[in-house]
């Protein structure tokens, strides 16, 4: 099945420092999602984007859907150690019933 | 509170045993999913529903049998046709280009 490009697969940080990840498609979407996984946890939603070059925020996240409608951007500020996790993005098109997902990033945050 | 509960947390499995996930949501959401996700990987997609009494085939099927008799429950059996069934199994639901949520998920370990 289709998977989106989502970078990069892992990052380690300092706390205190800005994370930027990205989430690109051959595809448009009318929906992105972003969700961030703990381990043994199943995804929790953090950010839902519906038009193209809206900008959302959810506390410290901020995630952007794409003028092309082709990609997707999370930025997360001042990092915290609970931001450790996997984050993955998601598209989705209107009348598919299917969420396409990407292969998410692995994020460390050095104390 | 609304949401979606998967049960067991954990089950183990003896080879040649068929097993049944269950799912259930109170969102009131039509479509549910099930995914599956191997360690270190991304989530792919096992089979769908957009409405209770009808299903389609991911991109992963073989191996797996759902039914939705109820507009709650998406019930998931892996069966001994499945050659590799250890696995981290997760369910969702959504709304027609909407969020889609996750459950809590289910480690099947196959002895």
Same mark, same amino acid.
């Given at each position: 099945g289709q998977q989106l490009n989502q970078s990069p697969q892992s990052m380690f940080i300092q706390e205190g420092e800005d994370v930027s990840m990205n989430c690109t498609s051959s595809s448009i979407f009318n929906t992105w999602l972003w969700y961030k996984q703990d381990p043994g946890e199943g995804p929790v939603l953090l950010i839902a984007l519906y038009k193209a070059g809206e900008l959302t925020s959810n506390g410290r996240l901020t995630a952007q859907f794409g003028i092309t409608r082709k990609d997707s951007f999370l930025n997360i500020s001042? =990092?915290?150690? =609970?931001?450790?996790g996997i984050y993955f993005c998601a598209g989705y098109t209107s009348g598919t019933y299917k969420y396409i997902f990407g292969t998410g990033t692995r994020l460390k945050v050095l104390a | 509170d609304g949401g979606i509960t998967q049960s067991p947390k954990y089950l183990f499995r003896k080879e040649g045993q068929n097993v049944t996930l269950s799912c259930e949501q109170n969102? &009131?959401?039509?479509a549910m999913y099930w995914y599956r996700q191997d360690p270190g990987q991304g989530l792919r997609l096992i089979y769908y529903s957009q409405i209770v009494n009808d299903f389609q085939k991911g991109d992963i099927a073989e191996g797996y049998s759902v039914s939705r008799e109820k507009k709650e429950s998406f019930p998931l059996t892996v069966t001994s046709?499945?050659? &590799?069934?250890t696995a981290f199994y997760l369910c969702a639901s959504s709304i027609e280009w909407s969020e889609q949520f996750f459950g809590p998920g289910t480690r099947l370990t196959v002895l």
């Open positions: 001042a =990092s915290i150690p =609970s931001d450790v | 969102l &009131n959401h039509d046709a499945q050659k &590799n069934p």
